[in-house]
């Protein structure tokens, strides 16, 4: 479920669909994100989960949607 | 109509900033609100004898400025006037935006706090330059360094609704600055971009004449001039500096000797005008297009005039609901 919200939101924001990604696919080498669009997803992924504030620190070290869906996993 | 002026940022701020509102309010009306820091605003406006004009002003105690870093500079300051002035807009409580602050951190800050219209992949800041037949569009200028052929096509898009609905330009004319104007020419980007812009042009929903090089742009080969980010600056940076640089040296000419002196008094009148056309406080700011509200960039180094000016163009940008037409149209400008 965590998974399925984590890729419409990465759906929306990059222009890819949905189905084309998995728990492996990279933001920055797989979508082409820059700083800003890493802003922006963090930013999405805290109005929709309940889970804090994500501070810079930790969405450096969030590299995939794995890590991503973990995270989100530990607070929800 | 209500615009939202964050006071405390640009070089000049705030006297620049609430002096050049003061002036927008006593030629155009409207409804203002200064955001920043209160006592100091209010102070202004009381030296500037504004207690009748319909000026709110709005506290925000901290301030963004050039060397915080764009991406985070509005979620770490959240009571920036910028921050501040952006979560305004997003609620309502305005309809435009105008900050002379780091560009960079507006940019971010407009498309994490007001968002972008929906299917848009990225806002483009187009800046007009003067050219011979008047003004052309140049989109982007710097905003986004590394494109997609996607991106373009949204520029050209998003350039030719500013220029028809704001400037008044019927069927603007929409060149993909290339290093070459045949149909083969470019790189990767360009010659995808070339496809999709021919498309456009072809379906009849943008006027796109071709390739334009760098010295057709200011000959006036196009209204719309549609670039890379990185292109784009570096092409802004050398026509500032190539009219700066003229500019002077015509100076130099006619203070050689007494009948070049005299002479220049002959030409005084056309002179202003050759100043004027070349001077960024004749044309104040530039919108972020693709953001889902108005957010207008008036120049960094802005006087009072230039945010004169810069409410002048939001309040036509409003007026003309450019916003509403990429809207309508995103379809056509999503691949």
Redesign the interface.
Same mark, same amino acid.
């Given at each position: 479920m965590v998974f399925e919200k984590v890729c419409n939101i990465l759906s929306e924001q990059f222009g890819v669909d949905a189905g084309s990604l998995n728990m492996d696919t990279a933001f920055i080498e797989d979508l082409g994100a820059d700083s800003l669009d890493v802003v922006e997803l963090m930013m999405s992924i805290e109005e929709e989960f309940d889970v804090g504030e994500i501070s810079e620190e930790e969405a450096a070290g969030m590299k995939t949607i794995g890590d991503l869906v973990r995270r989100i996993g530990d607070d929800d | 109509m209500k615009l939202i002026i964050d006071a405390m940022s640009g070089d000049n701020a705030p006297e620049a900033i609430v002096s050049g509102c003061v002036m927008a309010a006593r030629e155009f009306g409207q409804e203002y609100i200064l955001v920043g820091k209160e006592d100091t605003i209010r102070g202004l406006l009381e030296k500037e004898k504004a207690a009748d004009l319909p000026i709110s002003v709005y506290n925000a105690d901290d301030v963004i400025d050039m060397h915080d870093d764009?991406?985070?500079a509005v #979620?770490r300051k959240k009571d920036a006037s910028m921050s501040v002035a952006l979560r305004l807009l997003r609620d309502g409580e305005g309809d435009a935006m105008i900050s002379a602050g780091n560009t960079g951190a507006l940019?971010?800050g407009a498309?994490?706090v007001v968002k972008r219209v929906?299917?848009i #992949?990225r806002a483009a800041l187009p800046p007009m330059l003067p050219c011979k037949s008047g003004h052309v569009l140049l989109v982007d200028a710097g905003a986004n360094t590394?494109c997609?052929p996607?991106y373009l096509l949204q520029f050209a898009y998003m350039g030719s609704f500013y220029m028809e609905k704001v400037m008044g330009v019927k069927s603007p004319r929409v060149g993909l600055v290339n290093n070459g104007s045949e149909d083969t020419k470019g790189d990767p980007l360009r010659k995808e971009a070339y496809q999709l812009l021919k498309e456009a042009g072809d379906a009849g929903r943008i006027n796109f004449v071709g390739n334009v090089e760098g010295s057709d742009v200011p000959k006036g080969a196009c209204d719309v001039a549609v670039t890379d980010g990185f292109t784009g600056n570096v092409m802004l940076k050398t026509v500032e500096g190539v009219a700066s640089f003229l500019m002077g040296e015509i100076k130099n000419l006619f203070l050689t000797n007494t009948r070049t002196k005299l002479a220049y008094l002959l030409v005084k009148p056309a002179m202003g005008g050759l100043k004027k056309l070349l001077s960024t406080s004749e044309v104040g700011g530039a919108p972020f297009l693709g953001i889902s509200r108005p957010v207008f960039k008036a120049h960094g180094s802005s006087d009072a005039r230039a945010i004169r000016s810069a409410v002048k163009q939001a309040m036509d940008f409003v007026n003309a609901d450019v916003v509403g037409e990429i809207e309508r149209n995103i379809d056509h400008m999503?691949?």
């Open positions: - | 764009p991406a985070t #979620r940019l971010s498309t994490l929906k299917g #992949r590394e997609t996607e999503t691949l």
